[in-house]
C-alpha cells in the first residue's frame, strides 16, 4: 500500500519497454487512436487488464480552451478557430497506466464531458447532467486571460453544491505555452493554490500537442494526475488509502 502523498502510479510506465504493449493499444499508424462507442483497446489475451471507467465535467468561460484540451488530451487535431460548443461533447479516453502497489496494470477509462459556457448559463438542466454520476470537475482557466482566473473562486462555488463536496474537483491552465501572451502571473497561481489547497495543472494547446508518441509524453502528465486522483480517491472512500495532506 501506498502512503499518503505517495504517487499511486509508476510515473512514466507508459512510455518504458514494459508499456509498450499497453501504448500500442491506444496507437494506430503511431497516432492516437479514435475509438467508436462501442470500441475499446485490446490487448492480447495475456496482458487482458481491468478498465475503470470515470466522468469528468469540463467546465470554464467560453473561448479559453476547454474544446482543444480534451482534443489534445485525446490526442486528436484541436479546433483551429474557436466556436462556442452548442451542448454537451462527451470525449472518451482511453488511458493505460500500472498500479505500484499491485503491478498491475489497469485502463482508466474517462469520459470528458465538455459543455459551452453559453448553453450552460441558457439551459439550466444542462448542469445537473453534467454533473450527474460525474467523479470530477475540471475548472478550466487560461494563462492568456486573466479574467477567467480571477473567476475561479466563485465559479467553483456555484457550480459545486454544498452537499457535491465529494466530486474531485480540478484546476486545469490552458494555453500555457503562449508565455508571451501570458496574463496570468506565477505568483498569482501560487496565492490561489494556497487559498483554495487545490494543485493547478497546466497546459499547452499548440497544434498536435497531444497527437502521436511524442504527444502521448507531453499529455501524459495530466493524465496521469487525472487517474491518480480519480483512483486515489476511490481507495480513501473504500478505506484502504488515506487521504494525502493538502496542498
Same mark, same amino acid.
Given at each position: 500500500m501506498?502512503?499518503?502523498?505517495?504517487?499511486?502510479?509508476?510515473?512514466?510506465?507508459?512510455?518504458?519497454?514494459?508499456?509498450?504493449?499497453?501504448?500500442?493499444?491506444?496507437?494506430?499508424?503511431? /497516432?492516437?487512436?479514435? %475509438?467508436?462507442?462501442?470500441?475499446r483497446?485490446?490487448?492480447?489475451?495475456?496482458?487482458?487488464?481491468?478498465?475503470?471507467?470515470?466522468?469528468? %465535467?469540463?467546465c470554464?468561460k467560453?473561448?479559453?480552451?476547454?474544446?482543444?484540451?480534451?482534443?489534445?488530451?485525446?490526442?486528436?487535431?484541436?479546433?483551429?478557430?474557436?466556436?462556442?460548443?452548442?451542448?454537451?461533447?462527451?470525449?472518451?479516453?482511453y488511458?493505460?497506466?500500472?498500479?505500484?502497489?499491485?503491478?498491475?496494470?489497469?485502463?482508466? /477509462?474517462?469520459?470528458?464531458?465538455?459543455?459551452?459556457?453559453?448553453?450552460?448559463?441558457?439551459?439550466?438542466?444542462?448542469?445537473?447532467?453534467c454533473?450527474?454520476?460525474?467523479?470530477?470537475?475540471? %475548472?478550466?482557466? &487560461?494563462?492568456? @486571460?486573466?479574467?477567467? %482566473?480571477e473567476?475561479?473562486?466563485?465559479?467553483? &462555488?456555484?457550480?459545486?453544491?454544498? @452537499?457535491?463536496?465529494?466530486?474531485?474537483?480540478?484546476?486545469?491552465?490552458?494555453?500555457?505555452?503562449?508565455?508571451?501572451?501570458?496574463?496570468?502571473?506565477?505568483?498569482?497561481?501560487?496565492?490561489?493554490?494556497e487559498?483554495?489547497?487545490?494543485?493547478?495543472?497546466?497546459?499547452?494547446?499548440?497544434?498536435?500537442?497531444?497527437?502521436?508518441?511524442?504527444?502521448?509524453?507531453?499529455? $501524459?502528465?495530466?493524465?496521469?494526475?487525472?487517474?491518480?486522483?480519480?483512483?486515489?480517491?476511490?481507495?480513501?472512500? $473504500?478505506?484502504?488509502?488515506?487521504?494525502?495532506? /493538502?496542498?
Amino acid at each position: 500500500m501506498c502512503e499518503a502523498g505517495e504517487s499511486v502510479l509508476e510515473r512514466g510506465w507508459l512510455l518504458a519497454p514494459s508499456g509498450r504493449p499497453y501504448l500500442a493499444s491506444i496507437l494506430r499508424k503511431n /497516432q492516437r487512436r479514435v %475509438f467508436g462507442l462501442l470500441e475499446r483497446p485490446v490487448l492480447p489475451p495475456a496482458l487482458t487488464v481491468p478498465f475503470v471507467p470515470y466522468k469528468l %465535467f469540463v467546465c470554464g468561460k467560453s473561448g479559453i480552451g476547454k474544446t482543444a484540451l480534451v482534443a489534445t488530451l485525446a490526442g486528436t487535431p484541436a479546433p483551429t478557430a474557436h466556436h462556442e460548443t452548442l451542448g454537451i461533447e462527451v470525449t472518451t479516453v482511453y488511458w493505460p497506466a500500472k498500479l505500484r502497489a499491485t503491478g498491475r496494470p489497469v485502463i482508466f /477509462q474517462l469520459e470528458f464531458w465538455d459543455c459551452g459556457d453559453g448553453a450552460l448559463r441558457k439551459f439550466e438542466y444542462l448542469l445537473p447532467d453534467c454533473k450527474e454520476e460525474a467523479d470530477a470537475i475540471l %475548472f478550466l482557466f &487560461s494563462f492568456t @486571460d486573466r479574467l477567467s %482566473f480571477e473567476e475561479l473562486p466563485a465559479q467553483m &462555488s456555484r457550480v459545486v453544491g454544498p @452537499d457535491e463536496e465529494n466530486l474531485i474537483k480540478v484546476v486545469i491552465g490552458t494555453k500555457f505555452d503562449l508565455v508571451t501572451q501570458a496574463a496570468v502571473p506565477e505568483a498569482a497561481v501560487v496565492a490561489f493554490e494556497e487559498a483554495q489547497g487545490v494543485p493547478v495543472l497546466r497546459a499547452g494547446n499548440g497544434p498536435g500537442a497531444g497527437m502521436g508518441r511524442a504527444g502521448v509524453a507531453r499529455v $501524459a502528465p495530466i493524465l496521469d494526475t487525472l487517474a491518480e486522483r480519480l483512483w486515489r480517491h476511490d481507495q480513501v472512500r $473504500a478505506g484502504v488509502a488515506e487521504d494525502p495532506p /493538502q496542498a
